[in-house]
C-alpha cells in the first residue's frame, strides 16, 4: 500500500513539474527568437538600451507560416529609430515593424480593431486580401507597432485579421 501511494504521489510531482515547464504567453519570445536567429541579436544591438527594451515579437505558434527564414533590420539613421523583424515562407512573408515614440504623445488617429488589455488597434486589407496591416500604440505609448501580413497575388491569402489579431495579441500579452 505505501509503494503505490509513493508512487501516485511521486506521478502528480513529475505530472505537475512538466506542466510548469511550458511557455508562458507572457515569456519573451525575442530571447528565443535571438537564440535561434543570432542575426537578429546583432542587429538588436544597434538600438539604444531604452528602445531596445520595447521591442517585443510574436510568439511563433501564432505566425501562420511554416518560417524558413528570420532576417531582422535596426533603423538607427533618422529619429524615430525602428526594429523590423521579416518572417518569411517561401513568398509569404510577415513584417514586424517597431517605431520608436517615446516622448512622442502618438496616437492613431483612427481605429477600428480592440485587441486585448484594451489597446485600440487600426486594421486595413489591401490586395484583394493578399496585403494585411494591424497597426497599435503600446500601452505604455513608448512605440508604435506594425504588423504587414504579405501573400503574392493569384495565390491563396496567408494570412487572416484573425490571424493578424492573434498575432498582435501575443505581443501585447507579453508586455503586460
Given at each position: 500500500m505505501k509503494i503505490r501511494v509513493i508512487g501516485i504521489v511521486s506521478l502528480i510531482l513529475m505530472l505537475a513539474a512538466c506542466s510548469g515547464q511550458a511557455e508562458s504567453p507572457k515569456e519573451?519570445?525575442?530571447?528565443?527568437?535571438?537564440?535561434?536567429?543570432?542575426?537578429?541579436q546583432t542587429e538588436l544591438e544597434k538600438l539604444s538600451d531604452g528602445f531596445r527594451g520595447e521591442i517585443t515579437v510574436p510568439d511563433m505558434e501564432t505566425i501562420p507560416l511554416s518560417v524558413s527564414s528570420v532576417e531582422a533590420a535596426a533603423d538607427t539613421k533618422f529619429e524615430p529609430n525602428g526594429f523590423d523583424v521579416y518572417y518569411a515562407?517561401?513568398?509569404n512573408r510577415l513584417n514586424v515593424l517597431v517605431k520608436d515614440q517615446k516622448e512622442m504623445n502618438a496616437t492613431l488617429e483612427e481605429t477600428n480593431q480592440?485587441?486585448?488589455h484594451e489597446v485600440k488597434g487600426m486594421f486595413s486589407e489591401a490586395e484583394d486580401g493578399h496585403m494585411l496591416t494591424l497597426m497599435w500604440i503600446s500601452q505604455n505609448e513608448n512605440a508604435l507597432y506594425k504588423l504587414v501580413g504579405f501573400s503574392p497575388s493569384g495565390e491563396e491569402a496567408a494570412f487572416t485579421k484573425e490571424d493578424m489579431v492573434e498575432i498582435a495579441n501575443s505581443i501585447i500579452q507579453q508586455r503586460q
Open positions: 519573451n519570445q525575442l530571447d528565443a527568437l535571438t537564440e535561434d536567429y543570432p542575426e537578429v515562407e517561401d513568398e480592440e485587441l486585448d
